[in-house]
């Protein structure tokens, strides 16, 4: 899977999110997969897995907590489908499973970011209750939206 989206991202340009599945080398699984979870703040890491298929569909990184980045430019949620499984709506499945681990830590308002021009990103926020605060530009001039979901 990790494979198919850098070549991906190399020949397409694309952003590599959840970029936590990206920062270790997974040719050493077990050591990969215990490195996982380091980062700035707390944070989880689940993976979406087709059983029928065995093939893992994608990745969700969910942050505990927010510091000052990833209020503006991060949020709670970082989350990704490889790129042969896009479109099928495992995405929108992916948040959603991840909005429930949210509610089980505590996290009751989520924030979402995506870049503007990622508009299957945004209409996967948008279907699990995603509410559209603002856009910022971040230092590379990349518009990113700002997107509030609150849970019951």
Known sequence: MIEEWRADQEAN???HSPWAIFKNDYHDFDRYLADLEQGLV???????????????LGAVNIRHTLNDYLLQYGGHIG??????????????????LALIECRK????????????SNVASAKSIVKNGGI????????HG???????IHLP
């Open 79 to 96: 989350d990704g489908i490889r790129p042969t499984e896009r479109r099928k709506g495992y995405a929108t499945e992916l948040v959603r």
């Open 105 to 116: 830590i505590g996290i009751d308002r989520v924030l979402m970011v995506c870049e503007k």
């Open 142 to 148: 990349v518009i990113n939206q700002r997107y509030w």
């Open 42 to 56: 707390p944070n989880s890491v689940f993976f979406l897995l087709d059983e029928d298929r065995n093939i893992l």
């Open 132 to 139: 559209l605060e603002n856009e910022i530009t971040d230092d």
């Open 13 to 15: 340009h694309t952003n």
